[in-house]
Nanobody
């Protein structure tokens, strides 16, 4: 069982940066593949990025590639999303998710545990 708690959201101007954090509970956090998803108003939840439990393998949605960086610190039971060059299109609730498998996946139904989300708003 893993419990996830996101933080770090807020209001930022276009071109700015934010760093989201996800604190996880559970003794086996280091074994979980972690992911970030987001949901904008009136839209379906979409994949943003994922990171493997070891070796730091990552995969990004095309819309954020080159701007966002996902990382994790297994010693701190945490995963991060550094978001740079933000645009209003990045405005959404961002969710942290955990997957009890080693493969990197993008569909949200492949993830077993979810946080409550943190709001990111990017102004013009």
């Amino acid at each position: 069982q893993v419990q996830l708690n996101e933080s770090g959201g807020g209001l930022v101007q276009a071109g700015g940066s934010l760093r989201l954090s996800c604190a996880a509970s559970g003794r086996t956090f280091s074994r979980y593949t972690m992911g970030w998803f987001r949901q904008a108003p009136g839209k379906e939840r979409e994949f943003v990025a994922t990171i493997s439990w070891s070796y730091g393998r990552t995969y990004y949605a095309d819309s954020v590639k080159g701007r966002f960086i996902i990382s994790r610190d297994n010693a701190k039971n945490a995963v991060y999303l550094q978001m740079n060059s933000l645009t209003p299109a990045d405005t959404a609730i961002y969710y942290c998710a955990a997957r009890d498998r080693t493969t990197l996946e993008t569909p949200d139904d492949r993830y077993d545990y979810w946080g409550q989300g943190t709001q990111v708003t990017v102004s013009e």
